[in-house]
Every structure is written in C-alpha cells, then in structure tokens.
C-alpha cells in the first residue's frame, strides 16, 4: 500500500512500537514521511527516522516528555491487567499536550465477550473516547500470531482439545499496521468499522492446520466449550458483523511463511475446519 507524504514536520507517537503489530506500523509511518517516537522502556539509538524514547505507562514516567510536540499518537501498547490505566495515563498526558488525533487499537466485540482482556479493552476504549482528545479506534480480530501462539500451546498436550463451537476470523498483523497507518494520516474518526481476517475458521481447524504444517501428529477431542464464555463464542459474538472491513492475507498464506515445508499439508488439513459463512 501506498501512502501520501504529510507536509508536516510534527513527529507521531507510537506506543507498542517494538510489539508484533508495531514493527509492521513504524516503517509505514517512515515510508509516509513521517518522523516516529516509539515509547518504550528499553530505548536504543535512533536511526532511520525513529527515535526511541524511555518511558512507562503504567507509572506515567517519560510519557508527557514523549507526547510533548507528537501531533499524532498511536497507541498499541496492550496490557490485559492495566490497560484501562496504562491508557489513563496516555491520554491524560495527549489531552495536556493538545495531541490532535489519538488512534487506539482494540479488539472486535469488547463490549460484549465476558473475559478480562476484553474487559480491559473495553475500559481503555471508554477512557480514550472520554479524554477530550480528537481520537479514532480500530477494533481487530485475533492475529494470526496469536492464534499460531494458542494452537502451540494446546499441541503441547498429548491429547489436543477441540473445542467445539469456537469461531475465530484471524487477521494478519500486516492488514492490521496498514489500516492503522491509513487512519492515522486521515482525521479522528471515532469507533470505525471492525477488521477482521478473510475467512471465519474454527479454532478445532486452525489447530489442526498448525499440527500439519508444523509436521506434529497429536489426537484430538472433541470438547464443548463451558460457561457463558462458550456460549457466547457459539452464539458468534466474538465476530465481526456484516459492516466490518476485511484484511487480504489469510491464515494459510500465513502459515506458509512461518512452515514453509509444510504448508501444502497445512491447507490441505485445514479445509475440514472453515465454516461457510455463505
């Protein structure tokens, strides 16, 4: 993708930009001509246009001098346990600096999936939205990354659970950076439409697609997914509706590139586990 240079000279802020989703976002923003501060508690030397710059959200130590002169601030730290106050914390310091537009990364449905992280996402969109502070928020959907993370995980255990009913719609980090970027060159927006990925997979295929690629045998059992968290992912709240934006690079494109050896398997493997939307 292709971005228009900025006439202006005023730096943007990133937050989380040394994160998964963040390595993708700062060479955007440079490719743009834009100058980029990543705030971050381990700075390095600055080059190529990215200064780092040392800082804490959650004890608000270095984030005003950061934010100091920033016209555009893209928040992408996350932190399940302080988000809501890591947030407080950036806010507070872009309303006192007359940041002019404060773009926010969350998740699909935070206001309705009964579990912390969302919960906590959630807060941090309400304090953002509260601030004062011109702001546009992106809900995502998983990342690729993670459901990769989460599918290793449980191909840990001798027997792999496939929980039945749960409905994932991953998105690349990729296709996520590049919305970003383009929402934070236009003006505050507020709550835009979702982005999610381009297919609606089960989490029972998306692992099975992982033990293939990655040349793992383990069983697999099927298991209903309790409680009201279960119900809620079988009713589909988790996903994006009909109005959402969709990235271009799919979970087996992904896969491919992380197991090259095995991807062919992979997607062959994963075909039992894609759920018609049509």
């Not at 001098?65 to 601030?73: N, Q």
């Not at 697609?209 to 119900?231: E, F, I, S």
Request: glycine share 12%.
């Amino acid at each position: 993708m292709t971005y228009p240079t900025s006439g202006t000279n005023a730096p943007v802020l990133v937050t989380g930009g040394t994160g998964t989703l963040g390595r993708q976002v700062v060479p955007l923003l440079r490719a743009a001509g834009r100058e980029v501060r990543v705030l971050t508690r381990n700075p390095r030397p600055a080059a190529d246009g990215v200064t780092h710059l040392a800082g804490d959200l959650l004890t608000g130590e270095g984030v005003a001098a950061a934010v100091a002169g920033a016209e555009v601030v893209l928040h992408l730290a996350g932190d399940a346990k302080h988000d809501e106050a890591t947030t407080r914390t950036l806010v507070d310091a872009a309303r006192r600096t007359g940041v002019r537009h404060l773009v926010h990364i969350s998740v699909i449905a935070a206001d309705r999936v009964p579990l912390g992280y969302f919960r906590a996402k959630h807060a941090a969109e309400q304090a953002v939205a509260g601030s004062g502070v011109p702001f546009t928020t992106l809900r995502a959907a998983q990342f690729h990354d993670l459901a990769l993370k989460t599918a290793a995980a449980m191909a840990k255990l001798p027997v792999v659970p496939a929980l039945n009913g749960i409905r994932w719609e991953p998105v690349d980090a990729r296709d996520v950076a590049e919305r970003l970027v383009e929402l934070a060159l236009e003006a505050p927006a507020g709550l835009v439409p979702d982005l999610a990925g381009p297919a609606v997979r089960t989490l029972a295929g998306l692992t099975r697609d992982y033990l293939a690629a990655a040349g793992k045998r383990r069983p697999m059992l099927p298991l209903r997914a309790p409680g009201a968290v279960g119900r809620c992912y079988r009713e589909g709240v988790n996903l994006a509706g009909p109005g959402a934006d969709r990235g271009a690079r799919g979970w087996e494109a992904f896969l491919a590139g992380t197991f090259p050896a095995g991807a062919a398997a992979g997607a062959a493997a994963g075909a039992a586990g894609r759920v018609r939307t049509s």
